[in-house]
T-cell receptor
Framework: EAGVAQSPRYKIIEKRQSVAFWCNPISGHATLYWYQQILGQGPKLLIQFQNNGVVDDSQLPKDRFSAERLKGVDSTLKIQPAKLEDSAVYLC?????????????FGQGTRLTVV | AQSVAQPEDQVNVAEGNPLTVKCTYSVSGNPYLFWYVQYPNRGLQFLLKYITGDNLVKGSYGFEAEFNKSQTSFHLKKPSALVSDSALYFCAVRGIYNQGGKLIFGQGTELSVKP
């Protein structure tokens, strides 16, 4: 079975520019997550979707970050405008359902460098 | 609030020796605990999970973890370490109640296995 696909793998932008990341979850997975992993830290959840509805976006900086999951499949995460502290790896994950006992499967991530 | 802690930033082990990567947790109610491994420039890979039942959980690549409710711990173990086990390991707990079931990660432990 194909895994979670993310693109691009790497991105370098200047501060105040905008950037978008794309994620294609495992086929049939209803739950999709976006995590931010800053170097030396564990991943932090930015937003969680169940189908195309938002379950949790409590830690998403909504003044600059936005995410959507149209049609309950692919998702995009956008940052506008980017700040230096947004430099991180952005991980997309999916799970078959949002149950507590369900593991999530992660993509390879997009490494963002803001200069 | 749910949280997970990994008290060691780095663990060094000689190949062939047993390894332990420590994790402690804090949750309200029953814990749902996970271990993930991250190789350089890769996403997180699921290793194992504890939901209920036997306190010793077996997972991928010969890893196992022991759930200890009285000590609120979920340590990752392997009887004989391989050089290829060298990677970053993350413990995670499912947040429940007000945290919507999201995976909460520890800060990670870097495992180094020397020949």
């Amino acid at each position: 079975e194909a895994g979670v696909a993310q693109s691009p793998r790497y991105k370098i932008i200047e501060k105040r520019q905008s950037v978008a990341f794309w994620c294609n979850p495992i086929s049939g997975h209803a739950t999709l997550y976006w995590y931010q992993q800053i170097l030396g830290q564990g991943p932090k959840l930015l937003i969680q979707f169940q189908n195309n509805g938002v379950v949790d976006d409590s830690q998403l900086p909504k003044d600059r970050f936005s995410a959507e999951r149209l049609k309950g499949v692919d998702s995009t995460l956008k940052i506008q405008p980017a700040k230096l502290e947004d430099s991180a790896v952005y991980l997309c994950a999916s799970s078959a359902r949002g149950g507590l006992n369900t593991e999530a499967f992660f993509g390879q991530g997009t490494r963002l460098t803001v200069v | 609030a749910q949280s997970v802690a990994q008290p060691e930033d780095q663990v060094n082990v000689a190949e062939g020796n047993p390894l332990t990567v420590k994790c402690t947790y804090s949750v309200s109610g029953n814990p749902y605990l996970f271990w993930y491994v991250q190789y350089p420039n890769r996403g997180l890979q699921f290793l194992l999970k504890y939901i209920t039942g036997d306190n010793l959980v077996k997972g991928s690549y010969g890893f196992e973890a022991e759930f200890n409710k009285s000590q609120t711990s979920f340590h990752l173990k392997k009887p004989s370490a391989l050089v290829s086990d060298s990677a970053l390991y993350f413990c995670a707990v499912r947040g429940i109640y007000n945290q919507g079931g999201k995976l909460i990660f520890g800060q990670g432990t870097e495992l180094s296995v020397k020949p």
